[in-house]
């Protein structure tokens, strides 16, 4: 639910007094310590959030409702997530939409997944390989924190470098050390006219990542970008950047599957 009073299992931020940020997932009988105390869960399930609550050691704290890009910065995690600002990038540069058929790799601690699962909707699906054990572990348990129980999730312990084994694909999200690795299997399981996007740290590998797509004779509309994002900090007549911004973070490739050119596929490794 993400209106109405507050009910049990959902992901609620508290913020003190020194903007320092706690996220408590709602449960019954279960009580938060903080700093300025102590909080029962049971005292905020069922109430109305964007409002002053009070600890037990006299403590103010307003409590809101997590979005989603709150959760995500404040989730436990096993591997990097990606940041907010990607996320939002990656929705519309993949072009994720109601309904759509999307596979992600790898789930790490499922950010990504999430983001995909919201955009998708009732009527779409996401296929998340991951094959480490620990993180897919660790995912679920966010995932089903931030969102609960989903129909629409299909989680595989599999290797995407070995095949693909889900086809008619809309989009392939691609968060891999070696997306061009993926390449000839992509060709396969996605759709014509369907998306592929690869989300790489560094510049050899977003290099090599266009390379492998230009060689493969089955994408076109290539593009890589990245993005910047730099908080500014407005206080009466104190205008001014903040002195800490979130700046490069991934490279971010997309790529239309077409038609095969006959002639122009080449045997690479």
Known sequence: ???GPLQEGEPVLLIDRKDRRYLLVLRAGAVADLRGGKLLHDDL?????????????GETFLMVRATLAEFVLEMPRGAQIIYPKDLS????????????AVLEA???????????????????RVFSYEVREAFGRLAAQNISRYLGSSDQLVMRAQDIYESIPDHDLDRIVLDVPEPWRVVPHAVQALRLGGILLSYVPTVPQAVRTVELLRQSGAFAMIETFETLVRPWNIEGASVRPAHRMVAHTAFITTARRVEQRTGEQRTVN
């Open 106 to 124: 790898g789930t790490g601690s499922g950010a990504l997944t999430m983001t995909l699962l919201r955009a998708v909707g009732p009527q779409g």
């Open 45 to 57: 399930i069922g109430t109305s959030e964007g409002r002053p609550v009070r600890t037990t050691r």
């Open 89 to 100: 990038a990656i929705l519309l540069g993949a072009d994720i939409y109601p309904g759509a």
């Open 1 to 3: 639910m993400r209106s």
